[in-house]
C-alpha cells in the first residue's frame, strides 16, 4: 500500500484540504467531536458535502488526516535527534515537549485521538507513533527485543495516553514543560530498558 502525503495533492486539492481541517479546528472547539457532523465541517469550510467525501471517508477520517501532520512532524524531529547521536533521554525528552506543545494548541483534537473518539485508525496511529519512538530509543541503546517491544509498546501507548488525557481534563496544568518532564520521567523507564 502506497501512503498518500500531502505533496502528492495539486493546490486545489491542499487548499480544500486545508479549509476542511480549519473547519475541524474551529467547530472542535465549540462542540465534542462526536457531535461534529460533516454537514457542519463542510459549511464552516466553506465547501459541498462531495468535495467532502472526495477527500475524506467520514469525520474520523479527517480528524486522523489532520493530527499525521503533527506526527509526522514529531517522528521527524526523533529521527534527527537520533542520526545526531542525541542521548536517549534527550531525544525523549524533545520529542514530548514537541508532543504537549501541539497537544496545548489543539487540545480538543487531541482529546478525541487519546480517548479513542477517532476510531480503532486514531488509536492505530498513535500506537504506530509509540512504536516509532519506541523503536528509535531501542536500537540507539542496543535493547531490542521483538516481544518486549510490543509489550513496552503497549505499556507505553497506554500509559502516555492516559497521562495527556489526565493533563488536558486537568486544563494543561502543570505547564508544559514541566507535564513533558512528568512524562519523561515515567515513560523513560520503559523505554530504553
Known amino acids: ?22 473547519a475541524l479546528d474551529r467547530l472542535i472547539d465549540r462542540l465534542p467531536f462526536s457531535k461534529l457532523s460533516i454537514s457542519q465541517i463542510s459549511d464552516e469550510a466553506d465547501v459541498g458535502r462531495p ?11 479527517l480528524l486522523i488526516d489532520r493530527l499525521r501532520g503533527d506526527l509526522e512532524e514529531q517522528a521527524a524531529l526523533a529521527r534527527s535527534l537520533k542520526a545526531t547521536n542525541a542521548p ?21 483534537l487531541y482529546r478525541a485521538l487519546l480517548d479513542g ?20 530509543l531501542q536500537t540507539q541503546s542496543g535493547t531490542r527485543n521483538p516481544h518486549r517491544s510490543t509489550l513496552v509498546v503497549g505499556a507505553v501507548a497506554g500509559a502516555v495516553a492516559g497521562f495527556l488525557l489526565a493533563w488536558i481534563e486537568d486544563g494543561l496544568d502543570p505547564d508544559i514543560d514541566e507535564a513533558a518532564t512528568l512524562l519523561v520521567n515515567m515513560t523513560e523507564p520503559l523505554m530504553v530498558a
Open 1 to 22: 500500500m502506497t501512503l498518500v502525503t500531502e505533496k502528492d495533492f495539486d493546490r486545489r486539492q491542499r487548499r480544500t484540504r486545508a479549509a476542511l481541517h480549519g
Open 88 to 108: 536517549s533521554r534527550t531525544l525523549l525528552t524533545e520529542v514530548t515537549a514537541f508532543a504537549c506543545r501541539r497537544i496545548a494548541t489543539h487540545p480538543a
Open 51 to 61: 468535495t467532502f467525501y472526495r477527500h475524506f471517508a467520514d469525520v474520523n477520517a
Open 117 to 136: 473518539s477517532a476510531g480503532a485508525n486514531g488509536v492505530a496511529l498513535f500506537r504506530e507513533q509509540i512504536a516509532h519512538i519506541v523503536g528509535l
